[in-house]
C-alpha cells in the first residue's frame, strides 16, 4: 500500500528553527509537495522537490531524498504566525496526490 | 497564483436536506477540479475529481448517489451533499490545478465549506 508518514504535532519556540519530516512508500514517484494549513483554512502551497536536493525559498526550505523515500521541511527563525498544520503530499505513478496526515506545529514565545 | 473560490464558507443544516457547494476559479479554466473532505486531525481524503464536460471520478468508499458532482463549465463546479447526516459534518475542499510547460502540477485550493449538518 502507499503511506506517507509524519510526526503528529511538533514544538518548536519562536525566532528558532524546526524540521518536520516525511517519509513515504508509495508507487512510483512523480514530486512532493509540502502544504501549509491554518486551523480552519484550507492548505496553501509551500514548495515541491522532484530532484534530490535542498530548495531554499526564504525561511522555508524542503529537501528530497528518492533512494531514501524522505523528504523534510525546515523552518528558520519561526515566528508565531508559523503555527499550522505542514502537509507533506507525493505525486504517484499515476500523478496522484497521496497526502500525509499531517504535522501540527506549535509555536511558543 | 491562481484563485480558486468555494462558496458557502460555512452551513449549517437539518438531517435529511441537501447542501450545494460551489468552486470557482476566478482567473483561469479548469477543467478538472478535486473535491477533497478533511474531518479534525485528519488529513485530506480525495473524494472524486471533476471534469468539465463528463461524469466525475469517484474514490472508491465515497457514495456518488450522496455526493453529486456537476462541472458544467471550465470555471464552476459544485458538490451537492444529498440527504445529509450527521456523520457527514466535515470540511469539504475544492481544489484545481493549472496546468502550464514546466508546471509542477501544484494544487490551489478553495477557501474551504464546513459543512454542519444537526
Known amino acids: 500500500g502507499q503511506n506517507i508518514d509524519q510526526p503528529t504535532e511538533m514544538t518548536a519556540t519562536e525566532g528558532a528553527i524546526v524540521q518536520i519530516n516525511c517519509t513515504y512508500q508509495t508507487s512510483g514517484f512523480n514530486g512532493l509537495f509540502w502544504y501549509q494549513q491554518h486551523a480552519g483554512e484550507a492548505p496553501t502551497f509551500l514548495s515541491y522537490n522532484v530532484l534530490d536536493g535542498l530548495e531554499e525559498k526564504g525561511r522555508f526550505s524542503s529537501f528530497l531524498s528518492r533512494s531514501k523515500g524522505y523528504s523534510y521541511l525546515l523552518l528558520k527563525e519561526l515566528q508565531m504566525k508559523d503555527s499550522a498544520s505542514y502537509l507533506c503530499a507525493v505525486k504517484d505513478s499515476n500523478y496522484q496526490l497521496i497526502w500525509g496526515a499531517g504535522t501540527k506545529l506549535i509555536i511558543k514565545p | 497564483g491562481a484563485v480558486v473560490s468555494q462558496h458557502p464558507s460555512w452551513v449549517i443544516c437539518k438531517s435529511g436536506t441537501s447542501v450545494k457547494i460551489e468552486c470557482r476559479s476566478l482567473d483561469f479554466q479548469a477543467t478538472t477540479m478535486f473535491w477533497y473532505r478533511q474531518f479534525p486531525k485528519q488529513s485530506l481524503m480525495l473524494m472524486a475529481t471533476s471534469n468539465e464536460g463528463s461524469k466525475a471520478t469517484y474514490e472508491q468508499g465515497v457514495e456518488k448517489d450522496k455526493f453529486l458532482i456537476n462541472h458544467a463549465s471550465l470555471t464552476l463546479s459544485t458538490l451537492t451533499v444529498t440527504s445529509a447526516h450527521p456523520e457527514d459534518s466535515s470540511f469539504y475542499i475544492c481544489?484545481?490545478?493549472?496546468?502550464?510547460?514546466?508546471?509542477?502540477?501544484?494544487?490551489?485550493f478553495g477557501e474551504g465549506s464546513r459543512l454542519t449538518v444537526l
Open positions: 481544489s484545481a490545478r493549472v496546468l502550464l510547460a514546466g508546471d509542477t502540477g501544484e494544487l490551489f
